[in-house]
């Protein structure tokens, strides 16, 4: 991982029915605010991760944990939810420059530049404060800002992020006809590679964004399974769906491949990586 910037940065998170700065807390500690977070959360689709027949949500995803204790026990696999405020102190982007915080968003105002190396997205904010997740359901509500006359706009959301060119990312766009567009997508020391089940070498998903409204999207990563699932608006099935167990935890983040856009309401549910 990089190193964090100097200064102070922290998450939060949700303990019984305080919000507390998150030091030291473990996820034991928390079992009624991740109960909570799973009982506000849509419940996954049959194909979610770890979601066979009619089970779903956050207890059926991770055996460890009964409907009743979502959040964790001394004796059973502990949730984190971390929560990131919108502010630098909480956030690293890649260049701050491009970026500002205000209105409780998270905003990128300008495009990025292709990096150095392999092919990936452009410009990114990564959440370098609290633990590190593995398995973990990201939800947020995200906008595009590009004008809507630009096909290729996109936002993207990262998860499992390790390094620079080590992490999983979704890309969602009004344009799902080319290889890059509108799909799951992980950057292993190589050019991004495309894993979702919808892509049929023409067409992926139906888009998942068209228009600049803000959209909520929930994101779905199971470990030890590889299963990752992406829910757009609180529909009960996923738009996009993938299987690969390349990484197993990292960091949250968002950005853009190659466009601009602004995120909001940022809930990370997850097991400490």
């Given amino acids: 991982m990089q190193p964090r910037p100097p200064g102070l940065r922290r998450a939060l998170v949700v303990a019984a029915a305080a919000v507390l700065p998150l030091t030291a807390i473990p996820a034991t500690a928390i079992p009624a605010a991740a109960s909570a977070e799973a009982a506000s959360a849509p419940e996954a689709g049959p194909t979610s991760p770890g979601s ?4 779903g949500g956050l207890s059926a995803q991770y055996p460890g944990a009964g409907p009743s204790d979502v959040g964790g026990s001394p004796d059973r696999s502990g949730f984190t939810i971390v929560r990131p405020e919108p502010t630098q102190r909480d956030w690293s982007p890649l260049h701050p420059d491009k970026w500002s915080f205000s209105d409780r968003q998270v905003i990128q105002a300008e495009r990025g530049d292709p990096p150095e190396g392999p092919r990936r997205p452009f410009e990114y904010a990564i959440v370098d404060a609290g633990p590190e997740l593995g398995s973990v359901r990201y939800r947020a509500t995200v906008r595009i800002d590009e004008p809507v006359t630009r096909n290729d706009r996109d936002v993207v959301l990262i998860f499992n992020y390790r390094s620079p060119t080590s992490f999983y990312y979704v890309h969602l766009s009004q344009d799902n006809t080319i290889y890059p567009h509108n799909g799951i997508f992980k950057v292993d020391d190589a050019d991004r590679e495309r894993i979702d089940d919808q892509w049929n070498g023409e ?4 888009p998942a964004i068209d228009d600049r409204e803000w959209h909520d999207v929930r994101v779905d990563h199971h470990a030890p399974s590889g299963r ?16 690969d167990t390349t990484f197993s935890g990292g960091r949250i983040g968002f950005g853009s491949f190659d466009n601009y856009g602004r995120i ?9 990586d």
């Fill in 52 to 55: 066979p027949g009619k089970e």
């Fill in 228 to 243: 990752i699932a992406v829910h757009i608006d609180g529909s009960p099935k996923p738009l996009m769906t993938a299987k």
């Fill in 264 to 272: 909001r309401d940022v809930t990370a549910v997850g097991i400490r």
């Fill in 203 to 206: 067409s992926g998903a139906r």
